[in-house]
Nanobody
């Protein structure tokens, strides 16, 4: 069983950058696609980005495309989310999870082993 711990979230101003980390333990995640999701207050959790096990393929939500970059360091068993030009609408709890498949799926039903989340707050 794999455990995921997200970190890096904090209060920032619009236009700032942040890098979130998702550290895995209990199992090597190098053969699994991974994803980032977020949930804003009063809203459902939504897909943000996903990456294949090798890191060779990625997928992004339209709302973050061009601003966010997902990456991974399999030697460190860690996945990252670099977030640039942050906007107030990016405010949410950010979660990472393991995909059930090797492809970069976007449906949260195809993910498991969710972390506890890290809060990102963007002030205007």
């Amino acid at each position: 069983q794999v455990q995921l711990v997200e970190s890096g979230g904090r209060l920032v101003q619009a236009g700032d950058s942040l890098r979130l980390s998702c550290a895995a333990s209990g199992r090597t995640i190098s053969s699994y696609a991974m994803g980032w999701f977020r949930q804003a207050p009063g809203k459902e959790r939504e897909f943000v980005a996903a990456i294949t096990g090798s890191g060779g393929s990625t997928n992004y939500a339209d709302s973050v495309k061009g601003r966010f970059t997902i990456s991974r360091d399999n030697a460190k068993n860690t996945v990252y989310l670099q977030m640039n030009n942050l906007k107030p609408e990016d405010t949410a709890v950010y979660y990472c999870a393991v995909a059930r498949y090797g492809t970069v799926v976007t449906d949260e039903r195809h993910f498991h082993s969710w972390g506890q989340g890290t809060q990102v707050t963007v002030s205007s």
